[in-house]
C-alpha cells in the first residue's frame, strides 16, 4: 500500500513529506493507521544527526496513537479497530528481561530495533525501490505503520488521538520517572532540571507523589509559569543563579531527595546529581546526550551517598502501564491538554521542530 509520510532523508535536513511504499504485516506483525503524533525532543536529536544509532533516510516520530487495520498471521492480542499506542519499549513478557521483574527494557527485538528495522531484519518502508528506514520501532511520522503485536498497547476507544498520543512518551517518561523510578514519597524534596515536554511531566509526578518542595530549575523564564501550573514550588533560572547547587542546597536544607535531568545535557547531568542530599539524595537522568557526550563528577559524590541512575520510558511496562496511564488522563488524574500547545497538519511538520528549538512549544502534535 501507499502511506504519507514526513522522511527525513539527511541529518540536519528538513522533513519531506512523500508518498512512501509500505509492505503489509507479517507474521507477528500489525499494521497500524496513525492517527496523531507527538514531536519530542529525541526526534529532533536523532534529526540533527546526534544520535549513535540514527540512520538516514527514515521515518522518524515514536509519541503516537492509532488504530489497528490488519493484523499478521499468529496475532492473537489485538485486532482490526482496536485502538492502541505504538511501543518503542516493547513488552514481549518471555524475554530475560521482562522476565526479571527488575526493568522495563525488554530485549526481545531490541537489536532489529536499533538498526532501523522489523525483527525479520527487513523494512516495511521503501521509496521508489530504495529502503527507508524505521525509527524507535515506530516510524509515527507516517500515516500507515507496522509495528511488531510486543509494540502496541491496546487502549480504551473513547480516549482522543491527540491527547493519547503524549502518553507514547513523554507523559509515561515524566510521570513513571517518579512513580516506576524514584518513587517519591509524600514529604520528599525534588528538583527538575529542564522544563520542557518531559520535564512539566515530571513536576505533576512529583505532585501526585505528594513531594513537599517542587524546585524547577531551566534558562528559559516563561517556564516558571508553566512550572507553576504542574506543581512547582520554587523556580531557579542558571542564568541569574551564582551558583546553582549552593542555591538548591539551601532551599532543600542539605539537598534534594531526587532530582532528575530532562535536559540531555551533561554538565546539567553533573549539578543535577551533586544537589542531592549527601547519604541518600537520587538523581535521575531522563535527558538524552549527544553522540560522544560523557558524564563526570568526583566520585567522592558517590562515596558520600548520592546515587546516579537513569530511566527510559520511564521505567514503565508498555502493554502493562500505557493503558493505565490513558485512564489516570480519562479520569483526570494527570493533565495533559494544557501541554499541547500546537496542533498542526502533516505538511506543516518542519515548524514543530522550529517551535521546540525556539522554546515557544511544550509538545506540538501533528494529525493525519
Ligand atoms: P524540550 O525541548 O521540550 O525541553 C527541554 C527543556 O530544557 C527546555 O525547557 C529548555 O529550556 C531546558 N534547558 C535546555 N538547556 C538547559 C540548561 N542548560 N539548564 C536548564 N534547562 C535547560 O525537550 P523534551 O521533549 O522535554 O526532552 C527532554 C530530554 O529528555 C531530551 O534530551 C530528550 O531526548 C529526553 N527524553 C528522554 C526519554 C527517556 O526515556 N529517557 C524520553 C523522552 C525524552
Ligand atoms: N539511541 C541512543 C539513545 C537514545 C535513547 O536513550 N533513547 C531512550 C528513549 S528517548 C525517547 O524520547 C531509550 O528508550 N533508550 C533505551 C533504548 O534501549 O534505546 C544512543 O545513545 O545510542
Ligand atoms: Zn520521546
Redesign the pocket.
Known amino acids: 500500500m501507499k502511506t504519507r509520510a514526513a522522511v527525513a532523508f539527511e541529518a540536519k535536513k528538513p522533513l519531506e513529506i512523500v508518498e512512501l511504499d509500505l509492505e503489509g504485516p507479517k507474521a507477528g506483525e500489525v499494521l497500524v493507521e496513525i492517527m496523531a503524533t507527538g514531536i ?3 526526534d529532533a ?1 536523532t534529526l540533527d544527526g546526534l544520535d549513535s544509532e540514527g540512520l538516514f533516510p527514515s521515518v522518524l516520530g515514536h509519541e503516537g496513537a492509532g488504530i489497528v487495520r490488519e493484523v499478521g498471521a499468529g496475532v492473537t492480542s489485538v485486532k482490526p479497530g482496536d485502538h492502541v499506542i505504538p511501543l518503542y519499549t516493547p513488552e514481549c513478557r518471555q524475554c530475560k528481561s521482562c522476565l526479571s521483574g527488575k526493568t522495563n527494557l525488554c530485549t526481545a527485538i531490541r537489536a532489529t530495533q536499533g538498526k532501523g528495522l522489523m525483527p525479520d531484519g527487513t523494512s516495511r518502508f521503501s521509496y521508489k525501490g530504495q529502503t527507508i528506514y524505521h525509527y524507535m520501532g515506530c516510524s509515527t511520522f507516517s500515516n500507515f505503520t507496522v509495528l511488531p503485536e510486543i509494540a502496541v498497547a491496546k487502549i480504551r476507544t473513547d480516549a482522543p488521538f491527540d491527547k493519547a498520543c503524549y502518553v507514547g ?2 507523559v509515561t ?1 515524566g510521570v513513571g520517572a517518579v512513580t516506576n523510578t524514584a518513587k517519591v514519597q509524600v514529604g520528599d524534596n525534588v528538583v527538575v ?7 512539566l511531566n515530571v513536576l505533576q509526578g512529583a505532585r501526585m507523589a505528594g513531594a513537599d518542595k517542587i524546585i524547577g ?4 523564564d516563561s ?1 516558571k509559569e508553566w512550572g507553576e501550573k504542574f506543581g512547582m514550588t520554587h523556580f531557579v533560572n ?1 542564568k541569574n543563579t551564582k551558583d546553582v547547587v549552593a542555591h538548591i542546597v539551601e532551599l532543600t536544607d542539605g539537598g534534594a531527595d531526587y532530582s532528575f535531568d ?4 551533561t ?2 547531568m553533573r549539578q543535577a546529581l551533586e544537589c542531592c542530599h549527601r547519604g541518600w539524595g537520587t538523581s535521575i537522568i ?3 546526550a549527544e553522540a560522544g557526550k560523557e558524564i563526570s563528577t568526583r566520585p567522592f559524590q558517590l562515596v558520600t551517598g548520592r546515587n546516579w541512575r ?5 521505567g514503565a511496562k508498555g502493554r502493562t502501564d500505557v493503558p493505565k496511564i490513558v485512564d489516570w488522563y480519562m479520569n483526570g488524574k494527570i493533565q495533559i491538554d494544557p501541554m499541547i500547545t500546537h496542533v498542526m497538519k502533516l505538511d506543516k511538520i518542519n515548524d514543530a521542530f522550529d517551535l ?1 528549538h525556539s ?1 515557544e512549544s ?1 509538545r506540538s502534535v501533528v494529525v493525519y
Not at 530549575?217 to 528559559?220: A, L, S, T
Not at 537513569?310 to 520511564?314: C, I, L, W
Open positions: 519530542c525532543h529525541t536529536y512518551c513523554g517518561t532540571f529542564g522544563l520542557g515536554g518531559i520535564g530549575v531551566d534558562i528559559n517556564k542558571p530532562c535536559t540531555g545535557n554538565d546539567v531522563i535527558g538524552v537513569g530511566t527510559a520510558f520511564g521546540m522554546g511544550i
